[in-house]
């Protein structure tokens, strides 16, 4: 089979690998729908996960199913399925002790394209695949449901380490395609105000039809007198983290009153530490809770968010903004997410047979 490989780090191409072997307990499925992401640019440009050799990329997608092991229940041959980005062991203590992404090490559950093969390929495999793979409802168009892999459950996963409650007032900062969900996210918990912090127009628009009360532009001027100006000095109850760098957190913190909470899910690249500001982090006793996470994975979790599409509660397809038909596109779909050209918020590719 074909698929589309880091060779090493900066650089990738088409290589040819042999079909994955499907264990008792796993899938081997083929590509419906894949999407690009933020993360395949950092762990290609930005050696995220350290120097790979022809690992195939990608962690997005919906599939069909060709092959299941002799041990899996529930899923067949030529079921239509949702795979999420991340797929843990649902045995590892750490499931069992509800860090279901830490199976078996820190940010264990993330496997394909950093500790296996990914999902651009003809042909994939999935672990624990009555634990990994959701049904992909009739109806629901393959494109869209590829924003459950990981677009959807992360943003959401930023909204829930914020503890977002009703009547919140929430910022989130970076709107990119994690931050848009947290946005609809955040107003599906009750969220009151949605403070989203971006630049782009694009992502500007649809952050106000997901939810965004104002929106602040980090490039026209410091955030935090923007948003404190905004909130007549009061901040804000809840931030969740999509985008940004290490000083994001001085900020986040800055605009948190106390009590509240900050959910990041944003990856660190840079910097060797994070600094907390020691005034505004109430001299250490502001009660500013601090949450970083990687976001669950799992069948019931997609189970759960595709109901969300299916009555239309959150429609991801407005953040599809590149669309394309066939498996070799995969590597325009990439190559447009590292230059983020200022219409783009997500691509994606449908593969028909
Ligand atoms: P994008 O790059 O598309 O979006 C980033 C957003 O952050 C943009 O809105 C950008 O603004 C904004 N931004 C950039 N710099 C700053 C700054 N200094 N201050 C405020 N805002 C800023 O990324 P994605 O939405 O695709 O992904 C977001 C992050 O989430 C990535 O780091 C990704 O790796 C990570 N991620 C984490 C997962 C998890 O499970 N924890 C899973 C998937 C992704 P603009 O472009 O408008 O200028
Ligand atoms: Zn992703």
């Known amino acids: 089979m074909k698929g589309l490989a880091m060779l090493g780090i900066g650089k990738i191409g088409w290589i040819e690998k042999d079909r994955p072997i499907c264990g008792p307990m796993d899938a081997v499925v083929r590509p419906l729908a894949l999407a690009p992401c933020t993360s395949d640019v950092h762990t290609v440009w930005e050696g995220a996960v350290g120097d790979r050799k022809d690992m195939i990329l990608g962690h997005e997608g919906v599939a069909e199913v060709v092959e299941v092991g002799s041990f899996v229940k529930d ?157 007549n000095n009061k901040g804000v109850d809840r931030v969740v983290i999509a985008g940004g760098d290490v000083d994001t957190f001085m900020q986040a913190v800055t605009i948190l009153k106390p009590g509240g909470a900050i959910g990041n899910v944003n990856y660190l690249g840079e910097g060797e530490f994070i600094r907390i500001p020691r005034v505004e982090w109430g001299v250490g006793m502001g009660h500013k809770r601090i949450n970083g996470g990687l976001m669950p994975g799992g069948r019931l979790r997609m189970e759960k968010l595709v109901r969300l599409i299916e009555t239309k509660r959150i429609d991801p397809s407005l953040m599809l903004t590149h669309r394309f038909e066939g498996l070799e596109k995969v590597e325009e779909g990439l190559l447009l997410m590292k230059d983020k050209p200022r219409d783009l918020i997500k691509p994606v590719i449908t593969i028909k047979y």
């Open 75 to 231: 899923f067949k041959k030529g079921d239509k399925v949702i795979i999420p980005a991340i797929t843990p062991d649902w045995n590892s203590l750490e499931a069992q002790a509800g860090f279901s992404m830490h199976s078996h090490g820190a940010l264990g559950g993330w496997k394909y394209s950093n500790t296996k093969d990914g999902v651009f390929s003809e042909f994939f495999h999935v672990n624990d695949a009555d634990g990994n793979m959701a049904l992909l409802p009739k109806g629901i168009d393959p494109a869209t449901a590829s924003m459950l892999s990981d677009m959807m459950p992360t943003g959401a996963h930023g909204v829930e380490l914020a503890d977002v409650q009703f009547g919140d007032n929430v910022a989130v900062i970076g709107i990119g395609p994690v931050g848009l969900m947290a946005v609809a996210f955040a107003a599906l918990r009750g969220a009151a105000r949605i403070f989203a912090v971006g630049s782009r127009q694009i992502c500007v628009d649809v952050a106000k039809k997901y939810g965004a009360t104002d929106i602040v532009n980090y490039r026209e001027g410091d955030i935090v007198k923007q948003i404190l100006e905004l909130t």
